[in-house]
């Protein structure tokens, strides 16, 4: 498999492609080789680098992983200076990234008026200099990590809060409803799912998908339950497909994994029955890459409001 080989993209003419063909090749390989012990290793190595920088899509945290996956924190060659006070050692090379490319767009076609003006778009109401800006594509960007840099030291994050079991479960709790779930906490003398930490049903208040987990002393286990089981119920609420259970369940786990590990969690122990995937199409496992990228950001949005909110 294409292991994070400190790949680089340094011929600008062929980059574009490079960075395409790299994210592919990596879910093609993932795709070919889901029962192998390499591609789990890899894919706890993706989950790595998504935990530490889970507002990225997918298709970013792949290639900082594929380029420099110990990286901790990355931001552009200015930003470090500006923000920072930080300046790019000599000699280092870019981490190059998908960059979204903000300008005025056609309110019908949303392309650029370059584009609009090649395209078939008939839009005429009004006129290009009075278009919103919007999103229009993505282009390669250079980041650095901050073992990049040198210069003044980073402000110290507040990470006691987060690595505090306790106070996660409290947060997770008080999340649920802003992502439209029912949790329930119920004492291990009247759990009465055997072999099971926690469940999701399908029935709840004003139709949410209710998350019950069995309480427990460990505080960080029953963390990781909840939020085990508040990803299915965001991704699989209402899917009745057999087949999938077991497809979901590395999901789920997944999504445990990167939730964990960015509040400080230690996941090391999760297993991630990849063989579950085999026999599926490159394009399924890149949406379940996604889907797992995007689940994990909505639970740490939710918390971190929490969190934000105790604080005040």
Request: glycine share 4%; with cysteine.
């Amino acid at each position: 498999m294409a292991t994070s080989d400190n790949t680089t993209f340094d011929d600008r003419e062929t980059r574009d492609e490079q960075m395409r063909a790299t994210i592919d090749e990596w879910v093609e390989d993932l795709t070919d080789l889901v029962d192998d012990a390499q591609a789990s290793a890899e894919f706890q190595a993706w989950l790595d680098v998504q935990s530490r920088f889970h507002d990225y899509s997918h298709r970013n945290t792949l290639l900082i992983k594929q380029q420099c996956p110990e990286a901790t924190k990355v931001a552009g060659y200015r930003t470090w200076q500006e923000e920072f006070d930080r300046h790019v050692t000599e000699g280092e090379s870019a981490i190059w990234v998908w960059a979204p490319i903000i300008t005025t767009r056609c309110p019908e076609c949303e392309n650029s008026p370059s584009y609009h003006d090649q395209s078939d778009c008939e839009y005429d109401e009004t006129p290009p200099e009075e278009w919103d800006e919007g999103l229009v594509g993505f282009k390669p960007a250079p980041v650095f990590d901050v073992s990049q840099t040198e210069g003044e030291p980073l402000p110290e994050l507040d990470t006691e809060t987060y690595g505090d079991g306790a106070d996660l479960v409290d947060a997770l709790q008080s999340a649920a409803s802003a992502l439209d779930v029912e949790v329930q906490i119920v004492a291990e003398s009247d759990w009465s799912q055997p072999g099971a930490k926690g469940v999701c049903s399908q029935s709840g208040r004003d139709e949410w998908p209710v998350v019950k987990a069995k309480n427990r002393a460990n505080d960080a286990d029953l963390a990781t339950t909840l939020i085990h089981e508040y990803a299915h119920a965001l991704l699989h609420f209402q899917v009745n497909d057999d087949s999938e259970r077991a497809k979901r369940e590395v999901e789920a786990e997944a999504v445990a994994y990167v939730v964990g590990r960015y509040f400080g969690l230690d996941t090391r122990n999760a297993a991630f029955y990849l063989a579950a995937w085999a026999d599926e199409e490159t394009d399924t496992i890149t949406d379940r890459l996604q889907r797992i990228s995007t689940t994990a950001t909505a639970v740490i949005d939710a918390v971190n409001d929490q969190l934000g909110d105790s604080t005040t």
